[in-house]
Nanobody, 125 residues
Framework: QLQLVESGGGLVQPGGSLTLSCAAS????????IGWFRQAPGKERERVSC??????????NYADSVQGRFTISRDNAKNTVYLQMNSLEPEDPADYFC????????????????WGQGTLVTVST
């Protein structure tokens, strides 16, 4: 069983930066694929980024909407995954969730086995 807890959300001005953290309980985080998802009110959940497991080569992908602005990374010693978000835009506000998939591959939201509770990101002047 893996428990995920996100933190780091908050209010930021357009063009600003935030770093979200996803702390995992349990061992072996590097054997899971980890994804960051977001959902804004009235919109469908969107996968922002995903990184496959160490066995699968830590392959990383990003949604077109965040490519070049967001970066996913891991600190296995701290059992934590991060999402560095730069140049935040008015379209970025949402609840951001991290999720883990036991297969080690990034196969989409329906295949994620564990989810965090989410952290809210607001972009406003």
């Amino acid at each position: 069983q893996l428990q995920l807890v996100e933190s780091g959300g908050g209010l930021v001005q357009p063009g600003g930066s935030l770093t979200l953290s996803c702390a995992a309980s349990g061992d072996g985080l590097d054997y899971y694929a980890i994804g960051w998802f977001r959902q804004a009110p009235g919109k469908e959940r969107e996968r922002v980024s995903c990184q496959s497991s160490v066995v699968s080569g830590y392959i990383t992908n990003y949604a077109d909407s965040v490519q070049g602005r967001f970066t996913i990374s891991r600190d296995n010693a701290k059992n934590t995954v991060y999402l560095q978000m730069n140049s935040l835009e008015p379209e970025d506000p949402a609840d951001y969730f991290c999720a883990a998939e036991m297969s080690g591959y990034c196969r989409g939201a329906a295949n994620m086995d564990y989810w965090g509770q989410g952290t809210l990101v607001t972009v406003s002047t």
